[in-house]
Every structure is written in structure tokens, then in C-alpha cells.
């Protein structure tokens, strides 16, 4: 079974920039999370999609925000990109179905962004 | 908003030895997860936790549920090399939505 695939690994942007990150869950998966890591801050919730409709948001500003399609692919834009705005980027897939065994969230490898 | 406390924020062990972390937080969470990470790649999930006082473990990790909802610790037994990164406690509430809420991580440093 494959696990969750974020493309591109890497990135570098200019500051004003807008760039979009892309997620492919687990066959089966309907839940895409997307999270923002930093040293500085850690890894902060920037929110969720399930079967196409955003369930749940962070607090970030509006720059940020996301799509998922009916194959639960998910995408994140972030627009006019900012210096802070460098970190890693990861997204978590689940069934997203109630909290028991077998709905964890499993992470990709994800995208390290970095702003100059 | 809810925030996990973790520690310690790191140790420096020698191999063999065994480990143990912790996270509390001021509020209740329905969920604990433990993860680890290693330099440029994903959180990998060790070991999940559904009920209050409940113990699990995963070959030499063993993990607790506080019983007041509000705690959970990891411990690793008899540490290899390969235990080095870091490790995240997180916690999910109640609520359908998968909203994870992290600790700030432990780094574990193992001398040989």
C-alpha cells in the first residue's frame, strides 16, 4: 500500500510569490491535513479537508488555503510569500472517521519551502 | 488555545540505556499519539492510544494514556542507534475533524 506522497520535495520562491503544494493520501483515505513546521513555532495545524469540504482551520491568515479534489488529492496555495513563510510543510492522511484504531494520521515526507 | 508540554527537550543517552518522555497539557484530549522524526523527513507514528489509562506497547516502546486525559508518556528500553531523532507527543480531541495539537518534540542523542 503506498503511503502519503507530497510533491515537490523541495522548493525555493521569491518573497511576493505564490506557490501551490500538492498531496496524495493513502488508497482509501478520505481526511488530507496540512501542517505547518517550523523551529521556531514546531509543527501548528493549518487545516483539514474531508471529502472536499474544509472540516477544520488554524490560525493563519488567508494566504493560506487549500482544495481537495473527489480523489481526495489535496492541494495548498500559499500567496504573496513571505520570509516567515519558509518551513516544512506536511500533510497527514487518515479515514477521518471517528477516533479508534485504524483512523491514525500517517504523514508524507513533505515540502521544504524556502523563501528569499 | 491548547498547547502540549513535552519534555525533556532532549537527551544525550548511551546506548542501552532506557527512555522516557513526557507530555501534559491543560486540557483533555480523547487521543494520544506518539511520533518520530527523523532529519528531512515526516513524522512516523510509533504507537496510538484511544482510552484513559491505557498502556500499549510496540516492540521496545511502551506508551500511557494518563488517566486524567491530560498526560501521556514514552518510554524506549534498551535504546539502539537507530532511536536517534525526534520524537512528538500529540494530542486529538473529540470532534470528527483530524486536528492534531503537538508537543515541541525531544530530541534523543545516543552516544555509542
Known amino acids: 500500500k503506498a503511503g502519503v506522497t507530497q510533491t515537490p520535495r523541495y522548493l525555493i520562491k521569491t518573497r511576493g510569490q505564490q506557490v501551490t503544494l500538492s498531496c496524495s493520501p493513502i488508497?482509501?483515505?478520505?481526511?488530507v491535513s496540512w501542517y505547518q513546521q517550523t523551529p521556531g513555532q514546531g509543527l501548528q495545524f493549518l487545516f483539514e479537508?474531508?471529502?472536499?469540504?474544509?472540516?477544520n482551520k488554524g490560525n493563519f491568515p488567508g494566504r493560506f488555503s487549500g482544495r481537495q479534489f473527489s480523489n481526495s488529492r489535496s492541494e495548498m496555495n500559499v500567496s504573496t510569500l513571505e520570509l516567515g513563510d519558509s518551513a516544512l510543510y506536511l500533510c497527514a492522511s487518515s479515514t477521518g472517521q471517528g477516533m479508534r484504531r485504524g483512523t491514525e494520521a500517517f504523514f508524507g515526507q513533505g515540502t521544504r519551502l524556502t523563501v528569499v | 488555545g491548547q498547547q502540549l508540554n513535552q519534555s525533556p527537550q532532549s537527551m544525550f543517552i548511551q546506548e542501552g540505556e532506557d527512555v522516557s518522555m513526557n507530555c501534559t497539557s491543560s486540557s483533555i484530549f480523547n487521543t494520544w499519539l506518539w511520533y518520530k522524526q527523523d532529519p528531512g523527513e515526516g513524522p512516523v507514528l510509533l504507537i496510538a492510544l484511544y482510552k484513559a489509562g491505557e498502556l500499549t506497547s510496540n516492540g521496545r516502546l511502551t506508551a500511557q494514556f494518563g488517566t486524567t486525559r491530560k498526560d501521556s508518556f514514552l518510554n524506549i528500553s534498551a535504546s539502539i542507534p537507530s532511536d536517534v531523532g525526534i520524537y512528538f507527543c500529540a494530542g486529538q480531541v473529540m470532534g470528527g475533524a483530524q486536528k492534531l495539537v503537538f508537543g515541541q518534540g525531544t530530541r534523543l542523542t545516543i552516544n555509542p
Open positions: 479537508y474531508f471529502s472536499e469540504t474544509q472540516r
Open positions: 488508497s482509501g483515505h478520505r481526511s
